[in-house]
């Protein structure tokens, strides 16, 4: 009888799908299939929909859980190679919500053991299944052939009635959450500690009996003298006189009655000891810090140490996590769209508190140190932030020491032609080229223009002159920079509405290739050229329409953006630094060629406060492909 041809909603080969799934073992599996019907596969652990009601109805149990996802879920990166991918992921990661899905995906997989989410590569969509109408079908090594989704009383299935909807092992990415060898369900983290949680509820249910108790004050009342038989009628009578009794009730009886208050002792203290006993426990079995429990009374010492004990489950989770994305998500979606590329998904914890400790010494450090010590302070810093290729294009330290040597007789020379021919200059610190090539342009002939040079052969570290000088290195622009590409939203350039599209603009995907594209420039020192490659090449640009008429064409606009986005960011990212480096003023530099526009011409030399940083008035780009920068004045 021909296979079945299942309705999946994944665009994978079988050829594709054999890289992944591999009958490699030989040792057998044992599964408990469902009783009534057997079709349906594994039978599960325990009740799922149990755990599912105790972390509804618990306020402790769901903190808890809360608290695990929380630490587990916090932002991550991806590592790989190809730009065009990483902006495929990116763009998926984005359309999917992924963090939100993630986070309920983790959710089911910490209550139930198992977390199920189903993946459409086609429409770039996933959505997390309850686990409780979830079952795993394999076979006897253990490999999973199927997995089957029931909704309904598994009492009342009929074979071949009953609707059971298949998902094929590449729908469905499985979360294992505290697996046991050969099982084919996690058990999560309620069901181990069922118990200590049902012992915990009773115990606080019991409490606030007993306080409600004490509080009414509760009465033993003697009818009667002491050793004789009372009418029990009589015993009822008082018993329904006492319904009346309040705090503003006088009552006077004979020498027959006696009323006395009950005396509980210390039966609310014993009761209290046993829930702190309970949450210990829970604690313990749950591997979550008892100073996340809100128990104020940990010693410093032992509290940090279970933070440390945390961070390390935490970790261990995310591993697996890691790999679960990278193998049953990330490549197939690349495969269905016909991209082979190794990916790494990577959670940014917060317990990386080492590496940004020595971030922070070593930017502490580096302006205080030689011109060799500092480069080296520099490819360390690369390395510890996930720069790629940083040796490519960051000093190494014997030629940071020559280079320095280069520079201070450069200045001596500037200096010595200066008091030559007595020419004044604006006082500009450090050794700016677009500085020295005004100097050199009024030194050798004021009337000479200076030689158009190709700056498309330029690399973005020539184009946009982001020249070190003092207590800055091109290491300290390339990070600010790379922070600022990752949030810009590119707003001259990307489309609002249709309208918007249909002049030129451009949409969501299409900035997102161009943020890609920009920082792949700066982290590799490309040349504008280059840049402008990937641009068409990866862009496939519309001309630009203003007031019904054609301004750029597609092809050109590639170059025009190339030039003015990379000034544009590099200048922005130059004004974060200056202010958090408390620097109050900056100088206009424009780059002075046969080329130069008036406008910046006019404002070459100028200084203008930080705060009055405007675009396109006093801070470039002034205009489309505008080359000038900026520079601070360190007082």
């Known amino acids: 009888m021909p296979k079945k041809q299942i309705k999946g909603i994944i665009a994978v080969t079988p050829q594709d799908k054999s890289q992944f799934y591999k009958e490699a073992f030989v040792g057998n599996v044992i ?64 359309d999917t919500d992924f963090a939100t899905v993630l986070r309920e995906w983790i959710r089911e997989g910490l209550v139930k053991g198992n977390g199920f989410m189903e993946l459409d590569f086609k429409e770039n969509k996933m959505r997390v299944l309850n686990a409780n109408h979830m079952f795993v079908k394999r ?25 059971i909807t298949p998902f094929e092992p590449n729908q469905i990415a499985h979360l294992q959450m505290n697996k046991i060898a050969n099982e084919a369900y996690g058990i999560g983290i309620i069901w181990p500690n069922e118990r200590v949680i049902e012992n915990l509820v009773v115990n606080e249910q019991d409490l606030h009996r007993l306080i409600t108790r004490k509080a009414g004050a509760p009465l033993h009342v003697r009818v009667g003298p002491e050793g004789e038989h009372v009418n029990t009628a009589d015993v009822q009578e008082f018993k329904n006189l006492l319904t009346f009794m309040n705090t503003r009730t006088e009552w006077v009886t004979d020498g027959n009655v006696k009323i006395e208050a009950i005396n509980m002792g210390d039966l609310g203290r014993g009761l209290i000891e046993t829930l702190e006993h309970d949450v210990e426990m829970l604690s313990a079995g749950m591997e979550i810090p008892q100073v996340l429990f809100g128990r104020g009374s940990i010693p410093e010492g032992l509290a940090k140490v ?131 090539q005004s100097v050199q342009h009024t030194i050798q002939n004021k009337n000479e223009s200076v030689k158009h040079i190709d700056h498309s052969e330029m690399t973005i570290k020539e184009f946009v002159n982001l020249k070190e000088f003092k207590d800055f290195t091109y290491i300290d622009y390339l990070t600010r920079i790379l922070n600022l590409l990752g949030r810009d939203k590119f707003e001259t350039l990307k489309a609002l509405t249709k309208e ?36 068409n090449e990866d862009m496939n640009l519309k001309d630009r329409i203003v007031k019904g008429n054609v301004v750029a064409t597609g092809l050109a606009r590639a170059n025009s953006i190339a030039r003015t986005e990379t000034v544009r960011v590099s200048n922005q990212a130059l004004m974060n ?6 620097i109050q003023k900056y100088r206009f530099l424009a780059a002075l060629s046969d080329r130069t526009c008036p406008i910046c011409e006019g404002l070459n030399a100028q200084v203008f406060d930080i705060k009055e940083a405007s675009p396109g008035v006093n801070m470039p780009p002034i205009h489309t492909s505008c080359r000038c920068s900026t520079i601070a004045i360190v007082e």
């Open 31 to 94: 599964d408990e299939e469902v009783k009534i019907p057997k079709e349906l596969g594994t039978e599960h652990p325990f009740d799922f929909e149990m755990a599912e009601k105790v972390y509804k109805k618990t306020g402790i149990v769901s903190g808890a859980i809360n608290k695990f996802t929380d630490s587990i879920v916090g932002d991550f990166t991806i590592k790989v190679k190809n730009p065009n991918v990483e902006s495929l992921l990116n763009e998926f990661i984005r």
């Open 139 to 163: 076979n006897r090594k253990g490999k999973v052939l199927m997995y089957n989704q029931f909704v309904g009383n598994v009492k009342r299935f009929t074979v071949g009635k009953t609707k």
């Open 306 to 436: 279970q933070l440390e004990a945390f961070q390390r489950k935490v970790r261990s989770i995310q591993e697996e996590i890691e790999s679960i994305i990278e193998e049953k998500i990330f490549q197939p979606l690349l495969i269905a769209n016909g991209f082979q590329e190794d990916v790494e998904f990577l959670w940014n914890l917060p317990g990386e508190d080492e590496k940004n400790k020595r971030i922070e010494k070593i930017s502490s450090l580096m302006n205080s140190v030689s011109p060799a010590l500092r480069a080296m302070f520099e490819l360390e810093l690369a390395r510890l932030m996930d720069f790629e290729d940083a040796e490519d294009f960051l000093m190494s330290p014997d030629e940071a020491n020559k280079k320095a040597e280069e520079q201070e007789q450069r200045e001596e020379s500037i200096e010595r032609e200066r008091e030559e021919t007595n020419t004044p200059q604006p006082e500009v610190p450090g050794a700016k080229p677009n500085a020295n």
């Open 577 to 582: 630094l200056y202010g958090e480096n408390d």
């Open 500 to 535: 918007d599209l249909a002049v030129g603009l451009l949409s969501n995907s299409e900035v997102e290739k161009l943020r890609v594209i920009l920082k792949d420039g700066f982290k590799n020192n490309k040349t504008i050229r280059e840049i402008e490659g990937r641009i």
